[in-house]
């Protein structure tokens, strides 16, 4: 499968807690996006990477959130001290051009749960 | 005023029918546009980029309106499987989020 990866799928956690998710992104893409989607709502977006620079980051990206994408290749989201407000599904995305708003490739996301 | 706005729906559809759903952006720079669908639980899927010319890909029809700021999606002769959530993505250069703003989508239900 040459599609976007995310691990875990699913992953629940104690509030105060810290999670790692990782996200491998189409080999040829030299874009990598992450988004935060809560029941009933569109994907949001928090950050994003051209190689290994993150570019853009969201105001909903508070300062316990982390990306990194160190070789420009997968990148992992870090959120530390969990709250319960964190539960949500994390979405990666791909994509294969330098141009902005080409489209864009999801992963199967890791749904997060904090208890 | 949202960025994106789509109307949530549900649309109850009886399977054959053609449906169609509109979707309103307020950034007039805002430059490309796509529709995604996305199944229940699942990952949206990039079901087709919208053109200003219009285009068309099977039973699937997009319009792009740039002096009404809106954009269309028509479903010809709907399948069961049509069924899902249809999000509205916009691209405004500049917009931050290398610019694509998401809708909060319309939910689809093709009823047999």
């Given at each position: 499968d040459t599609g976007v990866s995310q691990d875990p799928r699913h992953k629940i956690t104690k509030r105060g807690q810290n999670v790692t998710f990782r996200c491998d992104p189409i080999s040829e893409h030299n874009r990598l996006y992450w988004y935060r989607q809560t029941?009933?709502?569109?994907?949001?977006?928090?950050?994003?990477?051209?190689?290994?620079a993150q570019l853009e980051k969201s105001r909903l990206l508070s300062d316990r959130f982390s990306a990194e994408r160190p070789k420009g290749s997968f990148s992992t989201?870090?959120?530390?001290?969990?709250?319960?407000?964190?539960s949500a599904m994390y979405l990666c995305a791909s994509s294969p051009s330098v141009a902005g708003g080409n489209e864009q490739y999801?992963?199967?996301?890791?749904r997060l749960t904090v208890t | 005023r949202k960025e994106v706005e789509q109307d949530p729906g549900p649309f109850n559809v009886p399977e054959g029918a053609t449906v169609a759903f509109n979707c309103t952006y307020s950034n007039s720079a805002s430059q490309s546009f796509f529709w995604y669908r996305q199944d229940c639980r699942k990952e949206p899927k990039l079901l087709m980029s919208v053109y200003s010319s219009g285009n068309e890909d099977g039973r699937f029809t997009a319009q792009l309106n740039r002096a009404s700021q809106y954009i269309s999606l028509l479903i010809r002769d709907s399948k069961l499987s049509d069924s899902a959530t249809y999000l509205?993505?916009?691209?405004t250069p500049g917009g931050g989020a290398d610019g694509l703003t998401f809708g909060k989508g319309t939910h689809l239900i093709i009823q047999p």
């Open positions: 029941l009933g709502q569109g994907p949001e977006f928090l950050t994003y990477f051209q190689n290994e989201l870090e959120i530390q001290r969990t709250e319960q407000g964190d999801f992963g199967p996301g890791t | 509205c993505v916009v691209n």
